[in-house]
């Protein structure tokens, strides 16, 4: 700034002082969009496995055979069988789904025409994310550090590192090596393979349905 | 030798490889589910647990089986801090772990007749022996939670469980009565790879009642790896549970 300021021609140092004002407010603005873009719609993406990082070791620091996160409201496997919150989402489901579940569901019928990518749920529209690589903030964990890289492409996540994890002092190592989820996130795709069988949950979630039926007409009585 | 039928309100496949596998063999293991499911189904007025339910039969003076799987889940309570219990008003419902149970004990039977290839698959989760007719290890897909007619990964297990928890069906949402109205939605599926399938399905239940923590959960215990999806279509797996995945897209 100061080479322009001494240049000999002002109304040029002007102009340039003019555009980095406008460039500085037009970045921020950019700037300030994506952030809340991030931080809303991310929301439960990505930066959740800070904060969860964070439970996780905190429950471990404080009793370390606890695996369970503390701060989460207790559920129990019954929470899920229990009928009564369930009662206005699934219901309706019921009847159209289940005939056009069963035949799809023997472990024969596998895959024949097959696109590359997986349908997202509709509540996510495309365009989500825009493609580049971004850098979570510092959190402290606690114990230490953590800081996440996302890697975005094709509007989708691809990839996620830590860029930084509690590695310095001797406890957190000792609590880094119980507590850091060594976990690798991708974005799900397609196979075009042949299998001997599936796994997966369509029938458990219809019994569920059909136990949640029955649990309900037994609570009516 | 293979076989689908409709037991327990899902389809149980037994696929033996082993070319002395008769008829008989396979009806050993379907009549095991039929007992199971005649004892064990909440549907079924007269079954053992509806008796229990009914009050008309103590846990204590109920069969060995019957007390096997309460003492199980009992267990099962206290490993998972809770999330995983089959009491609720009163009730018992002790369907999400019988399942993987029964599985167990019908490959088991199997394996005691001398059969060393094969898996019983009840409604998607599977005790796996030896290998395929191609003598190779089994290969079995992951369900795409978001097209059910699809898999989105491949794996090649041997001698081992893998069971899978989650809603696929969308609008099928999951809520915890007690976070009010809280939804675990935010994961549609979590595949869990163990020793056995008991073990896999009874932490996979658990663990997905946790929600996202669940896969951190499964992190660490010793000997179970597994692969979370998330609403977004965004798997999270444990380190150990790449060394299962077929890279290879094309037989």
Redesign the interface.
């Known amino acids: 700034m100061s080479k322009l300021r001494s240049s000999s021609k002002p109304r040029f140092a002007f102009a340039i002082r003019k555009f980095l004002l406008s460039f500085f407010v037009v970045f921020t603005f950019i700037a300030y969009a994506i952030r809340n873009q991030l931080d809303t719609v991310d929301a ?2 990505v930066p ?1 496995s800070l904060p ?1 990082l964070a ?2 070791s905190d429950s471990l620091a404080m009793s370390r055979s ?4 503390t701060n ?11 009928p ?3 009662k206005s ?2 219901t ?2 019921i009847p159209t ?1 289940l005939p056009s ?1 069963v035949p ?8 024949t025409d ?1 696109p590359t990518e ?4 509709t ?2 529209p495309d365009g ?1 994310y825009k493609d580049g690589t971004y850098d979570g903030p510092v959190v402290d964990a606690y114990y230490g550090n953590v800081q996440v890289e996302a890697i975005v492409q094709g509007g ?2 691809a990839d996620v590192k830590f860029l930084d994890y509690p590695q310095d002092r001797r406890t957190s190592r000792f609590i880094n090596s ?1 507590a850091m ?31 949640l039926q ?2 309900l007409d ?2 009516h009585v | 030798m293979k076989q689908t039928r409709i037991l327990m309100g899902m389809p149980v496949t037994v696929e033996v490889v082993d070319a002395w596998a008769t008829t008989s063999t396979l009806d050993s293991v379907y009549d095991y589910f039929q007992y199971i499911d005649d004892k064990f189904s909440t549907y079924k007025a007269n079954s053992e647990i509806s008796q229990i339910n009914q009050g008309l039969l103590s846990v204590k003076r109920s069969s060995a089986d019957m007390q096997t799987v309460f003492a199980l889940s009992e267990q099962t309570r206290r490993e998972t801090d809770g999330y995983f219990n089959i009491e609720h008003d009163g009730y018992y419902d002790p369907s999400g772990l019988v399942k993987g149970w029964a599985i167990f004990n019908a490959a088991e039977i199997l394996r005691k007749q001398g059969f060393e290839n094969y898996y019983v698959d009840a409604g998607g989760d599977v005790q796996l022996a030896g290998n395929n007719e191609h003598e190779q290890a089994w290969r079995i897909g992951i369900r795409n939670p978001f097209n059910i007619a699809q898999i989105v990964k491949v794996l090649s297990l041997t001698n081992l469980g893998i069971a899978t928890s989650g809603s696929y069906i969308r609008g099928d949402h999951i809520y915890n009565p007690l976070g009010n109205h809280e939804t675990v939605s935010e994961i549609v599926s979590l595949t869990v790879i163990g020793s056995n399938v008991y073990e896999a399905d009874r932490f996979a239940t658990a663990a997905f009642a946790m929600g996202r923590e669940g896969i951190q959960f499964i992190s660490q215990l010793d000997g179970f790896e597994g692969y979370m999806i998330d609403e977004f279509g965004l798997a999270t797996f444990t380190t150990g549970f790449d060394r299962y995945i077929i890279h290879d897209k094309v037989r």
């Open positions: 439960n993406n959740t969860l439970q996780q606890t695996t369970v996160p989460r409201p207790k559920s129990t496997a019954s929470s899920i069988l229990s009564l919150p369930l989402t699934v309706p489901s789904e579940l799809t569901d023997i472990p024969t019928d596998l895959p097959v997986v349908p997202l749920p509540a996510t989500l989708k996540i119980q989820p060594w976990l690798t996130q991708e974005a799900v795709q397609v196979q075009n393979a042949n299998v001997d069988l599936i796994s997966g949950a369509t029938f458990t979630s219809q019994a569920f349905v059909q136990s029955s649990a037994q609570a």
